[in-house]
């Protein structure tokens, strides 16, 4: 589904990606482990259009993003990719359906049909009873879970994480990995998860261990 070739990133004279090769199944849960430095972060973007590498290419099926223009990019993501970060990054003044409708909203979807997927999508995750909570009146694995809800709501193809796990106790944590796997075996959803996490990486498909810029074979 998801092929990358060649990619290499500098930020001035610091070269962060030397040559990365890999490729994502649909379907896969996928885990990118390695020291801090070692270039996770930085290839995340990458495979998720945030950014754009210095040399080699990135294809989604037949699409190559790097012939994209921005504006073409932007609307990609917005309806082939879903983002879950360490800490949620929900928006503090809207409630949880409000921040899960605004992937739809920018993606042009009419307000009455946002607002409808975005409840399901919050009752499928448990949470039908948090629907006008704000961030504030959430727990910790629940803002997580809104999160992850945004992230679905365009139906993307492939979710990234970044440190999913990261800031939530052992509970919370051991039931948003649980949820990953429900996910793809209801909605054959992709994962692309980086993590220090080593026993979410254990049980994940396959894990890219990362070191210096370059994968470790």
């Given at each position: 589904?998801i ?5 290499t990133?500098s930020f ?20 990118i482990?390695g020291?801090s430095g070692?270039g996770?972060t930085?290839?995340l973007q990458?495979?998720g259009?945030?950014?754009?590498p210095?040399?080699?290419?990135v294809?989604?099926?037949q ?8 504006k073409?990019i932007?609307?990609?993501?917005n309806k082939?990719?879903g ?11 809207f409630t ?7 992937p739809?909203?920018?993606?042009k ?5 946002a ?5 399901e ?12 909570h704000?961030?504030s009146?959430?727990s910790?694995?629940?803002?997580q879970r ?19 796990s ?15 796997f429900?996910l ?9 998860i980086v993590t220090h996490d ?16 370059c994968?470790?074979?």
């Amino acid at each position: 589904m998801i092929s990358a070739t060649g990619i290499t990133k500098s930020f001035g004279k610091l070269q962060v990606l030397k040559g990365i090769d890999l490729s994502i199944e649909r379907g896969e849960i996928v885990s990118i482990v390695g020291p801090s430095g070692a270039g996770k972060t930085t290839l995340l973007q990458i495979l998720g259009t945030l950014d754009r590498p210095d040399s080699g290419l990135v294809f989604y099926e037949q699409n190559n993003i790097n012939e994209m223009k921005d504006k073409d990019i932007a609307d990609f993501r917005n309806k082939n990719i879903g983002f879950v970060f360490q800490f949620h990054q929900l928006l503090p003044e809207f409630t949880a359906v409000e921040n899960v409708m605004i992937p739809l909203l920018i993606g042009k979807t009419k307000l009455a049909t946002a607002e409808k997927r975005a409840k399901e999508i919050l009752d499928f995750m448990g949470l039908k009873d948090r629907l006008e909570h704000k961030p504030s009146e959430l727990s910790g694995g629940e803002k997580q879970r809104v999160a992850v809800a945004r992230a679905l709501a365009n139906k993307p193809d492939v979710i990234f994480a970044d440190e999913p796990s990261g800031s939530l106790d052992t509970q919370n944590r051991e039931e948003l990995h649980q949820l990953f796997f429900n996910l793809r075996k209801e909605l054959n959803q992709t994962f692309v998860i980086v993590t220090h996490d080593e026993q979410l990486a254990s049980i994940t498909d396959r894990t890219i261990h990362m070191l210096d810029g370059c994968i470790q074979l």
